[in-house]
């Protein structure tokens, strides 16, 4: 996903993908479990037992938030990783800057100390899994495994609850999205990555988010390798590494540009507790459908 003009694309994905998992069990599983290739055309309908729901209750999948406080929040997929952690946690401190980290479970559970420095050090966590599995197309009793036990280790290290939920790669069937339910964590999705391909010079990441990063944006970084964790040496690793690289070079730069626009930076929490009231009814509603409501007085 990239700046927040592909908001749209992330609800096309989303359309195609909710469906459920039936079109998940029929993908192919390359190395470590996790999706080589798209799933194969279906043959037969495929049925596939739901996990079951709560009673009542509202999830919701965020990628941005709307809201009138100079506000974004930088997110980090993949840890934690005693090569970007630790550096990450460094710049932050520096500006007084929380973020959100969210955490897989593994390396949560090989990092135990490191995952409960990020707490300590006042940022949230949130669930990315147990190890980064490509939750578009595994079969759904993988999904859940990888959500359930990701969340369970990161409770168990940690000692807080994730509130937050994240896919790796953003991506989601309709099994996720009924999972995180169950989980009773929201979905977070970003609408701002690096932008800037991995060749490109931490300069040229600054450039973009500098440009690209607004009130309400959740910014999607990392300080971890993700798959290739489970993957040493591979040139897709190395590659992988490369980027972190060059992210956490690139940090201070976004964090002084955008402090220096008069933006601040939360988590996804204190981001979502300023989001913007659309509406809201007290009494009798305006007997003019078009009416607009001004809030202003009411948010200040």
Do not use: C
Request: no cysteine.
């Amino acid at each position: 996903m990239g700046p927040a003009v592909d908001r749209r694309r992330f609800l096309a994905l989303l359309g195609v993908a909710g469906t459920g998992g039936a079109a998940a069990t029929l993908a192919s599983r390359g190395p470590g479990g996790d999706a080589s290739a798209a799933p194969a055309e279906a043959t037969e309908e495929v049925l596939v037992e739901q996990p079951q729901l709560p009673e009542r209750g509202t999830h919701r999948v965020i990628w941005a938030v709307e809201t009138d406080e100079p506000m974004a929040s930088l997110t980090f997929d993949d840890g934690p990783d005693p090569e970007f952690t630790p550096r990450i946690l460094e710049v932050l401190d520096r500006y007084g800057v929380r973020a959100t980290f969210f955490m897989m479970g593994w390396n949560a559970r090989k990092h135990a100390s490191l995952a409960r420095e990020v707490v300590a050090a006042g940022h949230e966590i949130g669930n990315h899994t147990w190890s980064h599995h490509n939750l578009l197309y595994t079969t759904p009793e993988d999904t859940v495994e990888q959500m359930t036990r990701g969340a369970a280790a990161l409770e168990d290290v940690t000692g807080q609850r994730p509130a937050w939920f994240r896919p790796p790669r953003g991506q989601l069937s309709g099994i996720t999205i009924r999972q995180a339910a169950i989980l009773g964590t929201d979905t977070v999705i970003w609408s701002l990555e690096r932008g800037a391909p991995s060749s490109a010079p931490a300069a040229e990441v600054r450039r973009y988010l500098g440009e690209h990063l607004g009130i309400g944006d959740i910014v999607d970084l990392h300080d971890g390798l993700g798959r290739g964790t489970f993957n040493p040496g591979r040139p897709f690793t190395e590659d992988l590494r490369h980027r972190r690289e060059v992210e956490i070079e690139a940090l201070p730069g976004v964090i002084e540009d955008a402090l220096g626009r008069g933006l601040r930076f939360g988590t996804v929490s204190d981001l979502v507790a300023v989001e913007r009231v659309a509406a809201r009814t007290t009494g009798t509603p305006p007997a003019d459908p078009d009416e607009v409501v001004d809030l202003t007085s009411e948010m200040s």
